[in-house]
């Protein structure tokens, strides 16, 4: 993309999918800035570290009415 960052995705086989396409959710196509239909090109990446510190934020409509540690009930 144009901020020069790529998006790694696990890619799992699919027996209903035909062979040259690949299915993608919603959220990965926008990760990645393509629309249905666009050609993407799918790569090995066997050289990925775990990272070390991650930032989960939670959405607003997502906690409304949840009570205690937000660890506890979403992470845990």
Same mark, same amino acid.
């Given at each position: !993309?144009? @901020? $020069? @960052?790529?998006?790694? #995705?696990?890619?799992?086989?699919?027996?209903?999918?035909?062979?040259?396409?690949?299915?993608?959710?919603?959220? =990965?196509?926008?990760?990645?800035?393509? $629309?249905?239909?666009? =050609?993407?090109? =799918?790569?090995? #990446?066997?050289?990925?570290?775990?990272?070390? @510190?991650?930032?989960?934020?939670?959405?607003?409509?997502?906690?409304? !009415? =949840?009570? !205690?540690?937000?660890?506890?009930?979403?992470?845990?």
């Amino acid at each position: !993309g144009k @901020r $020069r @960052r790529d998006t790694v #995705c696990i890619a799992l086989a699919d027996e209903i999918c035909d062979e040259p396409k690949i299915r993608m959710n919603k959220v =990965v196509r926008s990760n990645l800035g393509v $629309r249905l239909g666009d =050609v993407v090109s =799918v790569h090995p #990446c066997p050289d990925i570290n775990y990272g070390k @510190r991650i930032h989960v934020l939670p959405i607003e409509d997502t906690i409304e !009415g =949840v009570t !205690g540690s937000l660890f506890d009930a979403f992470l845990k």
